[in-house]
């Protein structure tokens, strides 16, 4: 542990740092692809991948986005307007925003000795991926590509917003199953079924099973470790809780965790 931090007061994951999505994600790509690295069978490799999506402003998820690049010219038709004996010094810019980039993180399993053919991609998901919109349907897009070219695919979900535009909805999962996060494979060999690990929120996150070549035993990967990596080394101890988190928990849920806070206040 590091020194003068205190750890979360969730025992899994802590749906607080939905807040700083940004860095969780990041870190997770990276955390999670160093974990898997030396249980790997030979000739397979985790790396974490990024691509930048360029979003058009006919999308939901631009609250998501912030500019990397703007334009910026000169706007003479104010020094023509400006009063004989201005002491106006700089003259107003006209700023133009770009439009706004997306990156996506994500993690691939490569068979190095198939000329790095990918075996198993690792989807972190982000609010973009779950809301209507063009980063959602790439997110699909992406998916059934993985699956068409033979590759398994691993969702995981850390985020409580609804499941209903992902692959697998909240309604093929029987109702007593259902809970605050999940972890969804499928495997090459059988595309079209999902093995799905249900994570309720009061419990810590299970070790999932990755899948790799058919011929390769499935490697487990620990994400309690991770996320308590994550809330340690990215100093989120500073995280306010008592304010209610987005989305807000249930009555029953909401009772429960002001009783983990308040002792983790007294700590």
């Not at 487990?220 to 989305?247: F, N, T, V």
């Amino acid at each position: 542990m590091i020194v003068g931090m205190m750890k979360s007061p969730f025992p899994g994951m802590d749906p607080y740092l939905e807040q700083r999505w940004g860095d969780v994600h990041t870190r997770l790509c990276t955390y999670v692809s160093a974990a898997l690295q030396p249980n790997l069978p030979r000739g397979l490799r985790a790396r974490a991948q990024e691509d930048v999506l360029l979003e058009d402003d006919d999308s939901s998820d631009l609250r998501y986005f912030e500019p990397d690049v703007s334009i910026v010219e000169t706007t003479e038709r104010y020094e023509a307007a400006l009063p004989t004996g201005s002491t106006l010094a700089v003259q107003p810019l006209a700023v133009t925003l770009l439009t706004f980039p997306k990156r996506q993180r994500w993690v691939e399993i490569l068979d190095t000795a198939s000329g790095n053919r990918v075996v198993t991609a690792i989807e972190i998901l982000s609010p973009g991926n779950k809301v209507s919109g063009k980063l959602n349907k790439k997110y699909l897009e992406k998916i059934t590509e993985y699956l068409g070219a033979g590759a398994n695919v691993v969702e995981i979900d850390l985020l409580r917003s609804s499941r209903e535009r992902l692959m697998v909805t909240s309604d093929r999962i029987a109702e007593h199953k259902r809970t605050d996060y999940y972890i969804c494979t499928a495997k090459a060999m059988r595309p079209n079924h999902w093995w799905v690990y249900p994570m309720p929120l009061r419990r810590p996150l299970t070790t999932v099973m990755i899948p790799c070549r058919e011929t390769d035993n499935d490697v487990p990967l620990e994400l309690q470790p991770i996320i308590d990596r994550i809330y340690l080394e990215g100093g989120h101890d500073d995280l306010d809780y008592s304010q209610p988190p987005e989305p807000p928990f249930s009555p029953a849920d909401a009772e429960w965790a002001a009783g983990l806070i308040a002792k983790h206040s007294q700590t």
